[in-house]
């Protein structure tokens, strides 16, 4: 299945609490997470990632899925590679399904691959239907639910210490921070902290404090706030610096995000 995606805007949202995202990228994602469950459908290429159960590669036509807070990172095997991505809020879920669930990350689905064409068919047509967007969102997650969860999560929580840690670079991004004040504050050494956040997150305190400043940095900007403000709002030196995190994670600049959203 090999659908021209280049044309559809990068970002949008077309449901509360529900961002469409398409893109055509040969950008090498560091490792990352997202607040939003993920699902998609890989249409063009081929990419290697780290998910929550090791090492996957996805092609075209492959249905690719992550959970909310999952480190993962993505790869390119063999130039660009693209996907349509619906980034589905935790609380929708909730509401919706009543449950907690863990989502596998690769999967091989036809019926769920024509469902998330046709949905993204619909998004880039002239005058989208929003009852149709609405429910072929719905059934892409019904769908989801039924056949692609994992049995069980291999995912563990983190102990109090590195919770700890996270909730105060989660809350308080914007804050200058010091690795020492952030270890103290967890009563351990700076070197037990990088070595604990490293091995029960997936990546460094400072790793998580950057990716933390651009979530702040995208809801600004999806506030109206320019660039530049939301730069220093969410704690970088300058709007160079914002500019180079922001597509390092998103693969897209600050400026184009903006324009996806108008």
Not at 23 to 32: D, E, G, I, N, S
Not at 147 to 164: D, M
């Amino acid at each position: 299945m090999k659908t021209a995606i280049h044309q559809v805007r990068p970002y949008r949202q077309p449901l509360p609490g529900v961002e469409a995202v398409s893109l055509l990228t040969a950008h090498t994602f560091p490792r990352h997470s997202h607040d939003q469950f993920g699902i998609g459908m890989f249409v063009e290429g081929a990419q290697r990632s780290q998910s929550c159960i090791g090492s996957v590669e996805a092609s075209a036509g492959n249905i690719i899925m992550v959970n909310p807070g999952e480190i993962h990172d993505g790869v390119p095997l063999a130039g660009p590679r693209g996907w349509h991505m619906l980034y589905i809020e935790p609380d929708i879920m909730a509401q919706e399904l009543h449950r907690q669930v863990d989502m596998k990350p690769v999967a091989t689905d036809p019926e769920l691959s024509g469902m998330m064409q046709r949905l993204f068919l619909t998004l880039n047509s002239p005058a989208p239907d929003q009852a149709a967007i609405e429910e072929a969102v719905m059934l892409c997650l019904m769908r989801v639910t039924k056949q692609h969860l994992l049995s069980a999560t291999p995912r563990h929580a983190c102990s109090p210490s590195i919770a700890l840690a996270r909730e105060y670079l989660d809350d308080s991004p914007a804050e200058p921070v010091t690795l020492a004040a952030l270890a103290g504050l967890c009563g351990m050494s700076r070197f037990q902290l990088i070595r604990e956040f490293s091995r029960e997150t997936g990546t460094t305190p400072h790793a998580w404090l950057i990716q933390s400043r651009v979530r702040l940095a995208k809801r600004l900007l999806q506030q109206g706030t320019r660039p530049v403000d939301a730069a220093l709002q969410a704690g970088f030196a300058d709007q160079s610096h914002l500019t180079r995190a922001f597509q390092r994670q998103l693969g897209v600049t600050p400026g184009q995000y903006v324009l996806s959203l108008t």
